[in-house]
């Protein structure tokens, strides 16, 4: 009876203002500026007469907008519903070409279609970069107008199930932005819920997520929406909060551990994901689309079929790859044990997100003590981390990140010294091996605050900002070593970068060589990484196909020189000055 009711309701507001049987009708259309900046939302209000009940369902009225840019490229762009104060559909886009641009929308309903006039609007120059994209060397990323992208950041979660409001506050991303975060992940309520029904958008949640966006756009910092938190899909796996299906909709209509191969399921999401795309595609702002947190945390893995949950996955990301106008990057993660390394999603997302959680299967001291240690945990740590970032370098050929990592599982307890050190080590070994993006720690909160956002996040970031990541060519992992502890360094055409460590010692004094260079001079820059800032700039000479430096001792005087136990580097080849016109050979004649 209460369904039944909800429905009327909606027959009521939906129908008052149209005659049944009329065809739709556009009665205005609101744009927020007659001009806006290149990569910068443009945004149409219409107000409509159409007969439908459900908002939210394209089968029963479907806003559609083309966007012609001044090159003559056409753009087919959703609308979508938008209740706030009063029933209003929106448009949303982003425009990729400065000039004069048209566009024209279209309403239809089961009585037939109504189209607007052409109108315009102008795109001017920006200080905007863009959406993020893949760059040409399938490592790393940049921006729609070239510049390159390193992600500096981590797990920032808005609420677990709160709606209109967030724990994301503005004053904290000020901070965050100062240190050098340039990116934060966040989970989010499904937008179906037991209120809103199936095929319903709750518009609290939706809301929240344009605030997120705004948040993010304002600051030049990027997003990086999780859709599906594993907890939502599990109804019996992990226990505690990591149960909240019982607070998703879906159950009306399929078990949990069926959620995955229901057609029924199927039919309701791809309508879900099209809102997702006409609501939030247009921000240059949205990371990506974390399609799936922790697959295997769900019964639809564990109890139902985990090739069905592959399939599923897929399915989503096929649907964003052929939908998204923007093409947003996809990514999706099994949970961080050893064993769980989840080589079709890593093949078929944008991004191969793997998770790492440190006691949950690899090689870890667990004696609870270092002195009976075989390998001292900072060791085994970052060697963890640089060993599936190389997993992920070797077998798929596109930009490798670690999806989540740290929150606990560790062999040091958050707001430990030793944590810190974990922390930082992970930062290093993971952009020494390749990562595209520093670890998505978990999670942004008063219990892990001490130990995150602190100055390893400002000097990763300083040292990152002067790499063109999405410009190198030729890349490789590098041959390297070092006298006593570990090192890890990426090679290319341009540079080499890296990071050498030894946590039971001091890494001064200690010599680095890297096999299979060219011949000639290099210029080697020493980063002091706890420090955040270059040493003393030397010159070195390539040497039977290698190179090979020594990490100076820095002696502590009234200010504390210490370089520690790790440090990173940046080597460039020194160009061979060409020789001056008089010395030059004549050219040979050539001759027939």
Same mark, same amino acid.
């Given at each position: 009876?209460?369904?039944?009711?909800?429905?009327?309701?909606?027959?009521?507001?939906?129908?008052?203002?149209?005659?049944?049987?009329?065809?739709?009708?556009?009665?205005?259309?609101?744009?927020?500026?007659?001009?806006?900046?290149? @990569?910068?939302?443009?945004?149409?209000?219409?107000?409509?007469?159409?007969?439908?009940?459900?908002?939210?369902?394209? %089968?029963?009225?479907?806003?559609?907008?083309?966007?012609?840019? $001044?090159?003559?490229?056409?753009?087919?762009? =959703?609308?979508?519903?938008?209740?706030?104060?009063?029933?209003?559909?929106?448009?949303?886009?982003?425009?990729?070409?400065?000039?004069?641009?048209?566009?024209?929308?279209?309403?239809?309903?089961? =009585?037939? &279609?109504?189209?607007?006039? *052409?109108?315009?609007? *102008?795109?001017?120059?920006?200080?905007?970069?863009?959406?993020?994209?893949?760059?040409?060397?399938?490592? @790393?990323?940049?921006?729609?107008?070239?510049?390159?992208?390193?992600?500096?950041?981590?797990?920032?979660?808005?609420?677990?199930?709160?709606?209109?409001?967030?724990?994301?506050? $503005?004053?904290?991303? %000020?901070?965050?932005? +100062?240190?050098?975060?340039?990116?934060?992940?966040?989970?989010?309520? $499904?937008?179906?819920?037991?209120?809103?029904?199936?095929?319903?958008?709750?518009? =609290?949640?939706?809301?929240?997520? #344009?605030?997120?966006?705004?948040?993010?756009?304002?600051? %030049?910092?990027?997003?990086?929406?999780?859709? !599906?938190?594993?907890?939502?899909?599990?109804?019996?796996?992990?226990?505690?909060?990591?149960?909240?299906?019982?607070?998703?909709?879906?159950?009306?209509?399929?078990?949990?551990?069926?959620?995955?191969?229901? *057609?029924?399921?199927?039919?309701?999401?791809?309508?879900?994901?099209?809102?997702?795309?006409?609501?939030?595609?247009?921000?240059?702002?949205?990371?990506?689309?974390? /399609?799936?947190?922790?697959?295997?945390?769900?019964?639809?893995?564990?109890?139902? %079929?985990? &090739?069905?949950?592959?399939?599923?996955?897929?399915?989503?990301?096929?649907?964003?790859?052929?939908?998204?106008? @923007?093409?947003?990057?996809?990514?999706?993660?099994?949970?961080?044990?050893?064993?769980?390394?989840?080589?079709?999603?890593?093949?078929?997302?944008?991004?191969?997100?793997?998770?790492?959680?440190?006691?949950?299967?690899?090689?870890? =001291?667990?004696?609870?003590?270092?002195?009976?240690?075989?390998?001292?945990?900072?060791?085994?740590?970052?060697?963890?981390?640089?060993?599936?970032?190389?997993?992920?370098?070797?077998?798929?050929? +596109?930009?490798?990140?670690?999806?989540?990592?740290? !929150? #606990?599982?560790?062999?040091?307890?958050?707001?430990?010294?030793?944590?810190?050190?974990?922390?930082?080590?992970?930062?290093?070994?993971?952009?020494?091996?390749?990562?595209?993006?520093?670890?998505?720690?978990?999670?942004?909160?008063?219990?892990?605050?001490?130990?995150?956002?602190?100055?390893?996040? &400002?000097?990763?970031?300083?040292?990152?900002?002067? /790499?063109?990541?999405?410009?190198?060519?030729?890349?490789? +992992?590098?041959?390297?070593?070092?006298?006593?502890?570990?090192?890890?360094? /990426?090679?290319?055409?341009?540079?080499?970068?890296?990071?050498?460590?030894?946590? &039971? *010692?001091?890494?001064?004094?200690?010599?680095?060589?890297?096999?299979?260079?060219?011949?000639?001079?290099?210029?080697?820059?020493?980063?002091?990484?706890?420090?955040?800032? @270059?040493? #003393?700039?030397?010159?070195?000479?390539?040497?039977?196909?290698?190179?090979?430096?020594?990490?100076?001792?820095?002696?502590?005087?009234?200010?504390?020189?210490?370089?520690?136990? #790790?440090?990173?580097?940046?080597?460039? $080849?020194?160009?061979?000055?060409?020789?001056?016109?008089?010395?030059?050979?004549?050219?040979?004649?050539?001759?027939?």
């Amino acid at each position: 009876m209460l369904k039944l009711k909800f429905i009327l309701t909606w027959v009521i507001v939906s129908v008052s203002f149209v005659t049944i049987g009329a065809p739709p009708e556009i009665i205005s259309i609101r744009s927020n500026a007659d001009s806006v900046g290149l @990569y910068d939302k443009f945004e149409a209000g219409l107000n409509i007469k159409a007969e439908f009940v459900n908002p939210f369902n394209p %089968d029963e009225i479907d806003i559609g907008a083309t966007f012609i840019a $001044p090159s003559g490229k056409r753009w087919n762009v =959703n609308g979508f519903y938008n209740y706030s104060y009063a029933s209003i559909w929106k448009v949303r886009f982003s425009a990729n070409e400065t000039g004069k641009w048209q566009y024209a929308i279209k309403v239809k309903d089961k =009585n037939g &279609t109504a189209a607007s006039e *052409t109108k315009s609007f *102008t795109v001017v120059k920006s200080a905007y970069n863009g959406i993020l994209k893949v760059a040409a060397n399938k490592r @790393y990323l940049e921006y729609k107008n070239g510049t390159p992208f390193y992600g500096v950041g981590f797990w920032y979660n808005d609420a677990y199930t709160g709606f209109n409001t967030g724990q994301v506050k $503005p004053e904290e991303l %000020d901070n965050l932005k +100062k240190l050098g975060v340039n990116f934060i992940s966040t989970y989010i309520t $499904p937008l179906e819920t037991l209120g809103s029904g199936l095929g319903r958008y709750d518009q =609290n949640i939706s809301g929240r997520i #344009d605030d997120l966006l705004k948040l993010c756009e304002d600051r %030049d910092m990027q997003l990086s929406l999780n859709i !599906w938190f594993h907890a939502f899909l599990s109804e019996t796996v992990w226990g505690g909060g990591n149960i909240r299906w019982f607070t998703n909709p879906y159950q009306q209509i399929t078990p949990a551990k069926d959620f995955y191969r229901s *057609t029924a399921a199927w039919d309701y999401q791809e309508k879900l994901y099209r809102y997702f795309i006409a609501r939030w595609g247009y921000s240059r702002s949205l990371l990506s689309w974390f /399609i799936i947190d922790e697959v295997n945390g769900t019964d639809g893995w564990a109890s139902g %079929d985990s &090739t069905m949950a592959f399939n599923w996955a897929k399915n989503i990301h096929d649907y964003f790859k052929k939908n998204d106008p @923007y093409q947003h990057l996809t990514t999706g993660t099994r949970s961080g044990g050893n064993k769980e390394f989840w080589h079709e999603g890593y093949q078929t997302f944008d991004l191969a997100a793997r998770e790492i959680y440190e006691a949950q299967g690899f090689a870890m =001291n667990r004696t609870g003590t270092m002195d009976s240690a075989t390998v001292h945990p900072l060791a085994q740590s970052y060697s963890i981390y640089a060993g599936e970032v190389s997993k992920l370098w070797n077998g798929y050929e +596109k930009p490798a990140i670690i999806g989540e990592s740290g !929150w #606990d599982h560790t062999f040091y307890e958050p707001g430990m010294p030793g944590y810190l050190a974990l922390y930082h080590n992970a930062l290093w070994a993971s952009l020494g091996s390749g990562a595209a993006m520093t670890p998505f720690w978990w999670a942004f909160s008063n219990r892990l605050n001490d130990n995150m956002v602190t100055a390893q996040i &400002t000097g990763v970031r300083k040292f990152t900002d002067e /790499i063109p990541f999405s410009k190198l060519t030729n890349l490789t +992992k590098a041959d390297i070593s070092i006298s006593n502890g570990e090192a890890y360094a /990426i090679k290319s055409n341009e540079i080499i970068f890296g990071w050498a460590a030894n946590p &039971t *010692t001091d890494v001064a004094g200690k010599t680095v060589k890297i096999k299979g260079m060219n011949a000639g001079k290099y210029r080697l820059r020493l980063y002091h990484t706890w420090r955040g800032q @270059y040493l #003393d700039t030397s010159e070195i000479s390539s040497s039977n196909s290698s190179i090979s430096f020594s990490i100076p001792v820095l002696h502590m005087g009234g200010n504390a020189n210490y370089i520690g136990q #790790d440090i990173a580097f940046v080597i460039d $080849p020194i160009p061979v000055q060409p020789a001056d016109d008089k010395t030059k050979l004549p050219r040979k004649k050539q001759t027939k």
